[in-house]
């Protein structure tokens, strides 16, 4: 059972547009989520988060946008440079779950200049 | 600071053999965290130390394991290897554990990975 859902497996951006990649989540026990960005032959990398307390959270030209009635999260970027390109993954975490985070399988970017 | 290390990076193992992987964590982090990622699957945690004590488990079979060291360096071993455990194996390092806080999961740092082929 996939309680973190990333239902587009890519998406492609022009470069200085706006990038939006989405995040379901089935359970409702999740009060903090987060994103992660990948590049190949590297660990993920921790780009933003936000707790279930807030709506939005920003940082730089990341932004998260969470919808606890819709079960929906995503996250912005604006303006989207070809170095963004890279593979994001969402994940959920309940406070009860300590450091375990549940991931959604992940949509890859690519900007092209 | 040297980020979070893991090896061998890369291996080949055949059915039935066990494997042990090892993850050094970033100086000063004390907790370990341990996922599983295949094709098309989003990382899936395996388990989690602290202070050398397995603070919380995933929904893998027993013949998964680990274990952490005084200096927090971490190993997990996976014994009677099958196909399916091809995978790459993440480990994840953060100052404290979660479970001590209140404010949601400690910020997490990866390594590398370890790519297992199991044939």
């Known amino acids: 059972d996939q309680q973190v859902k990333q239902n587009s497996p890519s998406l492609s951006v022009q470069e200085g547009r706006i990038s939006i990649l989405n995040c379901d989540y089935t359970?409702?026990?999740?009060?903090?989520f987060l994103w992660y960005k990948k590049y190949p032959a590297e660990g993920p990398t921790f780009l933003i988060s936000i707790s279930s307390i807030k709506d939005k959270n920003e940082d730089g030209r990341f932004t998260v946008f969470l919808n606890k009635s819709a079960k929906h999260l995503s996250l912005h970027i604006v303006p989207s440079q070809p170095g963004d390109s890279a593979v994001y993954f969402c994940?959920?975490?309940?406070?009860?779950?300590?450091?375990?985070?549940?991931f959604g399988a992940g949509t890859i970017l690519r900007v092209k200049s | 600071k040297a980020g979070v290390t893991q090896t061998p990076r890369y291996l080949i193992k055949t059915r039935g053999q066990q494997v042990t992987l090892s993850c050094s964590p970033i100086s000063g982090h004390r907790s370990v965290s341990w996922y599983q990622q295949t094709p098309g699957q989003g990382l899936q945690f395996l388990f989690e130390?602290?202070?050398?004590?397995?603070?919380n488990k995933g929904n893998f079979p027993g013949r998964f394991s680990g274990r952490q060291f005084s200096n927090s360096r971490s190993e997990m071993n996976v014994s009677t290897l099958e196909l399916g455990d091809s995978a790459l194996y993440l480990c994840a390092s953060s100052l404290r554990s979660g479970l001590a806080g209140a404010k949601g999961p400690e910020t997490q740092y990866f390594g590398p990975g370890t790519r297992l082929l199991v044939l």
């Open positions: 359970n409702s026990m999740f009060d903090y």
């Open positions: 994940a959920a975490s309940h406070m009860e779950y300590g450091n375990k985070l549940v």
């Open positions: 130390y602290f202070s050398e004590t397995q603070r």
